[in-house]
């Protein structure tokens, strides 16, 4: 008997499911070269239990059996001065056998349907599950732009005001003077910055924080070496800043640092033309991107809906792949 519900990780065995994860996605990881070692149960029980609370992990379920999954873990989101609770949607997957039944489809419904007043969703399909998804989280909010600095000249930047920072849990961040007004953007605040970076307990990030005390102009730059398609590149998962010119020393300084393989890369939707060149940065046609990333957002009920009609700052770190 197939059953479809919504269950809070306290009360799944995650055992089981990281087998499931591990056994749905076991094809695509070899092809891809990727080990999936990392599905463990560790690794999702911090996934899912972060600073803004558990997850809600709809789980289809055959005579008891973990056969298929989507996941919402939970964040916030903030626009104006107010606060949202927000949904990423991830972790959608189903063993070989029960592929061509639906259950994708129906567990995104469930995922919906447990929104509650004032509560968003959001997600980034891929190809095949585009369509899917997009039936139950309609609003397209477009593609989140892949930029790209090429490693061949390295950067000149002064290290002026700038540290590295160990632990977020020691750094008195002004995070909410990094919002803009009329857009919507996640809280980062230091809780989340060292749940997602600190204590990830797979990859590692290096992270360095701009604080100019005379100004009061501040900037965080998060950063992971990572291999993509076989090149080693570096990654700019957060680039956080009171103003432009914070962000700019902050960024340059890390690369300079880390820099590493054929690029710099970073998703990120909020840099103008001009402000891209000024950091070095162009857009990547997505023609030459293994996946496009489209960003999908709904809210069922509430002033929250209101967010669907603004512009969102997406970084690479609003995404769970890296």
């Known amino acids: ?81 107010e606060t949202y609770r927000l949904w990423q949607n991830g972790d959608s ?16 419904a469930k995922a919906v349907e447990a929104l509650l007043d004032n509560e968003l969703i959001y997600g980034f399909p891929n190809a095949n599950s585009k369509r899917g998804f997009s039936a139950h989280v309609p609003t397209d909010k477009g593609i989140i732009p892949l930029l790209a600095a090429p490693s061949v000249h390295p950067l000149w ?22 919002f803009r007004s009329n857009k919507a953007a996640l809280t980062k605040s230091r809780d989340y910055l060292e749940w997602r970076y600190g204590t990830h307990p797979v990859n590692r990030y290096v992270s360095y924080r701009y604080n100019d005390v005379a100004t009061g102009s501040e900037a965080v730059v998060v950063t992971r070496k990572a291999d993509i398609g076989g090149r080693r590149v570096l990654v700019v998962m957060e680039l956080l800043g009171t103003c432009f010119k914070a962000m700019r020393k902050a960024v340059h300084y890390a690369i300079r640092r880390q820099r590493t393989g054929l690029a710099t890369l970073m998703f990120n939707n909020s840099l103008g033309i001009t402000e891209m060149m000024r950091l070095g940065f162009v857009k990547v046609p997505p023609r030459f991107l293994p996946k496009t990333q489209l960003l999908f957002v709904h809210a069922n009920s509430g002033r929250a809906r209101e967010l669907l009609n603004v512009p969102w700052q997406i970084q690479m770190g609003d995404w769970d792949g890296f």
Request: charged share 25%; net charge negative.
């Open 157 to 178: 930047a002064s290290d002026k005001n700038i540290a590295e920072v160990n632990s977020f849990k020691d750094v008195a961040l002004n995070h909410t003077a990094f």
């Open 1 to 81: 008997m197939m059953d479809i519900d919504v269950y809070r990780p306290k009360d799944v065995d995650l055992s089981e499911f990281a087998h499931m994860q591990q056994k749905a996605f076991e094809e695509l990881l070899k092809s891809m070269g990727v080990d999936g070692s990392f599905m463990t149960p560790a690794f999702y029980n911090w996934k899912y239990n972060g600073p803004f609370g558990g997850a809600k992990m709809v789980l289809a379920k055959d005579n008891g059996r973990i056969v298929a999954s989507t996941v919402n873990h939970a964040l916030e989101i903030q626009c104006d001065g």
């Open 93 to 108: 997957a189903m063993l070989p056998e029960y592929r061509g039944q639906g259950l994708y489809h129906k567990c995104v």
